[in-house]
């Protein structure tokens, strides 16, 4: 069974239905809700909705709970609180709440300012990839990249479910990927720039720990050199690149020296040994370790490869 939708479409305003609302009242917000049934093959490969809406917060709206699976919060303006593992954080506009609503957590509109919500609550293969890639259990609070696009996107999703057209699931899912995909690119930024939008560059420390790396990607290379030329502690430094790239730093120095073997291996005819030396592996043995575990093949079978793919353009 999927959303009913069209002329038969119902939307449930009683807020009670899917919130408790402290203390119980439905004065406390206005909102509209559309639920939807997602089909098994939205739940198989996609990112599914279960369901989505609005809310509009009044000063005393409040709500404490556990659910599932996972919900997105995006302020389109006032200030709200989400209490999460004993911390409270603030929530404003152009940000968004991504939680694991399996864990109990509160949230509450500031009495001052009372926000207006898009929510969405879904699952899927890859939200708790996300959800952990964006270290949402040490804060929950994302910003969005693009103000308009995020909130361009929350409505249309509101509009594939309400008119039901052929693969809405599908767009829905592309929706929230896109979603998703803006706060990553924000978080592994790690900054914002002077206008309130992030900036499009990784911090200055990562920039030169990367010129660091591409310079002496020859050499035997430690974390501690890197974090001692951009005068950052080993540790500190590590979270920091990783957070900004995706990957630690020994996963960036082997696959920049793997990007430049294969460079080596489809345009000259260096033997594996030369090679492995010339950019920086230890020994052939590991070179061709490291090869197969980021490229699943062998140096061997990826020349080949490249050597028919030019006979048949020939």
Request: aromatic content about 14%; overall charge negative; charged content about 25%.
């Amino acid at each position: 069974m999927g959303t009913v939708c069209n002329d038969h479409a119902h939307f449930y305003n009683d807020p009670a239905i899917f919130e408790k609302v402290i203390p119980m009242s439905n004065a406390s917000y206005s909102t509209k809700t559309i639920v939807h049934t997602p089909s098994e093959m939205a739940k198989t490969f996609l990112f599914y909705v279960q369901d989505l809406g609005w809310f509009e917060c009044r000063p005393d709206y409040r709500i404490r709970r556990t659910f599932f699976p996972y919900s997105i919060r995006y302020v389109i303006r006032g200030k709200g609180y989400g209490v999460w593992r004993g911390k409270t954080y603030e929530v404003g506009p152009n940000q968004m709440l991504f939680l694991d609503l399996t864990e109990e957590h509160e949230f509450y509109a500031d009495p001052d300012d009372p926000c207006k919500i898009y929510w969405v609550r879904f699952g899927g293969m890859q939200t708790a990839d996300y959800h952990r890639l964006l270290e949402c259990d040490k804060n929950p609070v994302l910003i969005a990249r693009n103000a308009r696009l995020t909130r361009q996107l929350f409505e249309e999703l509101f509009a594939l479910f309400e008119e039901c057209t052929p693969g809405f699931e599908v767009m829905a899912s592309s929706h929230i990927t896109r979603i998703l995909t803006d706060a990553t690119i924000t978080h592994m930024e790690g900054n914002e720039s002077p206008d309130g939008g992030a900036s499009l560059q990784y911090p200055e420390t990562v920039h030169q720990a990367i010129r660091y790396i591409k310079d002496r990607h020859q050499e035997a290379i430690k974390i501690e050199d890197i974090a001692s030329y951009v005068h950052l502690s080993p540790s500190y430094f590590s979270r920091l690149f990783k957070r900004a790239t995706g990957c630690t730093i020994t996963e960036y120095l082997i696959k920049y020296r793997l990007r430049i073997a294969k460079e080596l291996l489809a345009g000259t005819e260096g033997s594996l040994g030369e090679i492995a030396q010339t950019t920086g592996f230890c020994s052939q043995s590991y070179f061709s370790k490291m090869f197969r575990q980021f490229e699943d093949m062998t140096p061997f079978e990826y020349r080949q490869s490249i050597r028919m793919d030019l006979a048949f353009q020939t």
